[in-house]
């Protein structure tokens, strides 16, 4: 079990399990960085699979269902992924801006991380839809890869942009020339004790009424 700090000052523990209103697993999810997670526990594939149907039944326009997902799930396979980020960051890092130290970082074993899921977009072939349509389905598919993963007491990270939306990542992952990789789910049990703390501004001031039709 782990804790979560909520933005109301109150912690949480959370238990493997449990059963969750749909309002409260929305505000208990949380970004968990792969350096918290326990490595002397794997996820089952059977709540990674789980995770993955929730990620289907994400909403998409025109049932294009765009959202592909590349699963890298023994420690061989994401150390090489981790090495070939580190390769690809030094082929293409100028020598003044290279840094030993981060391509070591880069490279180095994440022995807490369960599983890593490459988060793809397949663009159709006919680009009836938007681009960005397509990207946002995916993130809907995401959001509910997360919040499946917190409802069985899993930790997850969505780790995005830089040189992982490369053409060389794309060519690793083995995507079309119009397909998207996102980004990087990493995916593992939080270490026991583990707390995590987040707040929210709030919800009054991001949202405009509009009740009346004279209203501006």
Sequence with gaps: ?????????????????????ADELIKH??????????????VPREILEKMLESANWAPNHKHTE?????VFGSPESIQRLAQFEADLYKATTPEHKFMQRKYEKKARSKPGVSYVIAI?????????????????AVA???????????????????????????????????????D????????????PGYVARSHRKPIADK???IISYYQK
């Excluded at 079990?1 to 209103?21: H, I």
């Excluded at 999810?29 to 794997?42: A, G, L, M, T, W």
């Excluded at 998207?180 to 270490?191: A, I, Q, R, S, T």
Aim: glycine fraction near 10%.
């Design 180 to 191: 998207m990789c996102l980004g990087l789910f990493y995916v593992g049990y939080p270490k």
């Design 66 to 70: 765009p959202w592909r997902f590349v």
């Design 29 to 42: 999810r949380r970004s968990i960085f792969p350096r918290d997670y326990d490595e002397n526990r794997k």
């Design 120 to 136: 793809c977009m397949k663009r159709q072939a006919s680009e009836r839809l938007p681009e960005i349509e397509e990207v946002c």
């Design 207 to 209: 949202v405009q009424w």
């Design 140 to 178: 809907c598919a995401v959001q509910n890869l997360h919040l499946s993963a917190a409802g069985h007491g899993v930790g997850g990270y969505w780790c995005s942009g830089g040189r992982i939306s490369s053409d060389e990542m794309k060519g690793y992952l083995g995507l079309g020339e119009k």
């Design 1 to 21: 079990m782990f804790s979560y700090f909520t933005n109301a000052a109150r912690q949480e523990t959370v238990e493997e399990g449990k059963k969750w209103d």
